[in-house]
């Protein structure tokens, strides 16, 4: 099953407490993506990146951080600034950026919860 | 903005039964037009997209400009057809190329 990699599957957070969820492709995708999926309202994208070392805030970057190191990876990190982290977090990368015509792939998920 | 509506959160349909999920879409420019899908235990993966003109699955979706629509058609359902769909836009501002809608959870009862 390769493609992308998302891990754990499961993951609880205490309060105050730093959580980081990783993210791996073998794809070898210039583009990478993560999101943000609570019920009833569809995917909201935190940050994207296009190319190594380089990444963008999305729509609710507020209270997460991400780097991106290797082209193959992008983790996320949910700090303790982000006060409802609950959710289940998709990854996904595609070619480019750049075009409106890219697809996206997905990983399989983490779903984030509170202790 | 640019926005994605799906206004059915659940769509229920007996098995051979024509079924319609519909998008509707705010955007001040030519997005394209999506649908991912996300079976049961599966990945959220791309069904159709509207620059291909193709039927995936049985399934088609039209772009209409006029009425900012892309919903999603197919004449028969399947029972496998059940899962959460969602429509999705894809425009040319930098950086944030697709916008995802809600999700229809389609139902297909035997």
């Known amino acids: 099953d390769g493609g992308i990699t998302q891990s754990p599957k499961y993951l609880f957070r205490k309060e105050g407490q730093n959580v980081t969820l990783s993210c791996e492709q073998n794809l070898n995708h210039d583009a990478m993506y993560w999101y943000r999926q609570d019920p009833g309202q569809g995917l909201r994208l935190i940050y994207y990146?296009?190319?190594?070392?380089?990444?963008q805030k999305g729509d609710i970057a507020e209270g997460y951080s991400v780097s991106r190191e290797k082209k193959e990876s992008f983790p996320l990190t949910v700090t303790s600034a982000q006060k409802n982290p609950t959710a289940f977090y998709l990854c996904a990368s595609s070619w480019t950026v750049d075009s409106t015509n890219e697809k996206l792939f997905f990983g399989s998920g983490t779903q984030l919860s509170v202790l | 903005a640019q926005r994605v509506t799906q206004p059915e959160k659940l769509l229920s349909v007996f098995k051979g039964a024509p079924v319609e999920l519909k998008c509707n879409y705010s955007y001040s420019g030519s997005p394209e037009l999506f649908w991912y899908v996300q079976y049961s235990r599966q990945r959220l993966q791309l069904l159709l997209r509207?620059?291909s003109r193709e039927s995936i699955k049985g399934f088609t979706a039209d772009l209409n400009k006029g009425e900012t629509s892309f919903h999603l058609k197919k004449p028969f359902a399947q029972e496998e057809d059940s899962a959460m769909y969602y429509c999705a836009l894809s425009g040319h501002n930098y950086g944030q190329n697709f916008v995802f809608g809600p999700g229809t959870r389609l139902s297909v009862l035997p």
């Open positions: 990146s296009q190319i190594v070392n380089d990444f």
């Open positions: 509207h620059i």
